[in-house]
């Protein structure tokens, strides 16, 4: 989820643009949920990425018995 925050935001762009730059079709209404979702999901991401960041990665050891 943390990594998928820049597909999100191009996402919400899209259909935020297509969803309310006054196109009247059939569908828009399900294009202007998608852009709800969408942004929710880019909210969500940014905020894993604030509280949960990254561990810096440990070189594994041998235990010797």
């Not at 006054?22 to 905020?47: H, N, Q, T, Y």
């Amino acid at each position: 989820m943390k990594k998928k925050a820049l597909l999100f935001l191009v996402l919400a762009v899209i259909t935020g643009l297509v969803g309310f730059t006054g196109l009247s079709f059939s569908g828009i209404e399900v294009v202007r949920v998608m852009f709800l979702i969408f942004a929710d999901l880019l909210i969500v991401s940014l905020m894993a990425k604030l509280f949960f960041p990254d561990k810096p990665k440990m070189k594994l050891q041998r235990v010797r018995k």
